[in-house]
């Protein structure tokens, strides 16, 4: 068995026999599911899949701008922090959102419950044979958000740093505004790296 890393992302991410399959990967395009307003948060969903054997495992990192248009852009979430109507936030997490929590604040219910979007907690976690990976502190709460570029995001850190299986992240991302954000069409390109320490 040589050394590996499996990696990918896009929209969506299927498995294949119950184990998750990087061919099946869409495109990584992924928009909001609705026009941003001071009076509602806006949401988008998209997966990565990651699996080791390296010997100290893996390390996930976003890297990228914020949300931009021309010269204008909406604020990233620089520390973990709720989402809060009329106040410019761009942030992610890579955990199941679900209102129900005490303190969610305004964020919408992103979770695999609803018909129409796709999120949940990790698919396939860590049992007795299997180690896989897990969401870093800040990103790893429901209903809390941050984007600071070159973060690290994720890890095979589950018990202790090592070889991990494959699963499937979901990524949800969200987007706040004042009610004086310029008008325009907001867009960003953000880069996954995964990498293994043989």
Do not use: H, W
């Not at 001071?38 to 390390?59: F, R, V």
């Not at 942030?91 to 929590?101: A, E, F, I, K, Y």
């Not at 299997?130 to 209903?143: E, F, H, I, K, M």
């Not at 570029?149 to 992240?169: E, K, M, N, R, V």
């Amino acid at each position: 068995m040589p050394e590996s890393l499996v990696f990918c992302a896009g929209a969506t991410i299927a498995k294949t026999a119950s184990v998750p399959d990087c061919t099946t990967a869409t495109t990584g395009a992924v928009s909001f599911n609705q026009l941003f307003s001071s009076t509602a948060t806006s949401y988008a969903t998209s997966q990565m899949s990651a699996s080791t054997n390296a010997g100290s495992g893996y390390a996930i990192s976003v890297n990228g701008p914020t949300l931009t248009s021309g010269s204008y852009t909406i604020p990233a979430m620089a520390s973990a922090t709720q989402s809060a109507f009329g106040v410019g936030q761009f942030g992610l997490n890579l955990v199941r959102n679900d209102q129900s929590t005490a303190g969610y604040g305004n964020a919408p219910t992103i979770d695999a419950y609803d018909t129409f979007v796709a999120s949940a907690d990790i698919d396939l976690t860590s049992n007795t044979t299997n180690l896989r990976g897990q969401p870093t502190t800040d990103y790893a709460t429901n209903g809390v958000f941050k984007f600071l570029s070159g973060d690290t995001i994720a890890d095979s850190g589950d018990s202790a740093l090592g070889p991990t299986d494959a699963q499937i992240y979901t990524v949800s991302y969200i987007a706040n505004v004042a009610g004086s954000q310029a008008p325009g069409t907001y867009t960003t390109t953000l880069q996954y790296i995964c990498t293994p320490t043989f």
